[in-house]
């Protein structure tokens, strides 16, 4: 699930869905504040915002219930990750995860992504990714799609030199909207040199949920990666 903004507008999509559990409401009001980012004040460099050492930081948006995003922390301890998340239920799923394995690398905003990348110095992230988010499959929502020429060059200024944007879809359409950005992005460069750069996964990529429900459904994700220039 992403969240989505025409230019800086009203978020478009579902905040709150089934009812938290009393663990997960505690969760709110106890983990989720020592995690949050502040976005009032000034970022300075993002390796302070995490207790540990670490060597570049990363960014998810729209994180879901925070499957990719936990075990991608728990596998490079040595990365700092930011999820951002505006849904409530995903955002509890996220912190239940985060609680029981004691991952000290993560930091989170519960909100919209188009605040933390205004707020985020030049040039800061090693990477963002962008797992299966909402299609907005007809054509009058084409403009809440989260991929825009203006997000594109949001997440462009934020990234460093090489930096890459990850995007993954099993919806053919949204591929081809996606691609013909980044494409046409000055900040940006597709990497892919064979069909199979965007028919498997990158290194390392875990499975969420959403793609579980794809490959029962019987369709194809696409991987896209871009490359800061």
């Known amino acids: 699930m992403d969240e989505s903004r025409s230019g800086r507008g009203a978020f478009f999509g579902r905040r709150h869905g ?126 809440r799609r989260f991929v825009q020429d203006a997000s594109l060059a949001r997440i462009a200024r934020a990234l460093r030199p090489a930096g890459e944007f990850r995007f993954v879809t099993d919806i053919p359409d949204y591929a081809a909207w996606t691609l013909e950005r980044g494409l046409r992005s000055p900040d940006l460069a597709w990497t892919a040199t064979c069909a199979d750069d965007w028919r498997r996964p990158w290194p390392g990529f875990t499975g969420t949920r959403y793609q579980a429900k794809a490959n029962r459904e019987g369709r194809s994700p696409c991987y896209l990666i871009f490359r800061r220039r």
């Open 18 to 143: 089934h009812k938290l559990s009393p663990r997960q409401a505690g969760l709110f009001e106890t983990l989720l504040p020592r995690l949050a980012l502040d976005l009032i004040a000034p970022p300075g460099e993002l390796a302070c915002l995490f207790p540990g050492l670490v060597d570049s930081v990363r960014l998810e948006i729209g994180f879901g219930g925070g499957e990719y995003l936990v075990a991608e922390a728990a596998q490079h301890p040595g990365t700092g990750f930011i999820g951002i998340e505006p849904f409530v239920n995903g955002m509890a799923k996220a912190l239940t995860a985060i609680g029981a394995r004691k991952l000290e690398n993560i930091r989170l905003h519960h909100g919209d992504a188009a605040d933390v990348l205004a707020w985020l110095p030049p040039a800061a992230l090693a990477g963002v990714d962008l797992a299966y988010p909402d299609p907005w499959p007809k054509r009058r929502h084409w403009k």
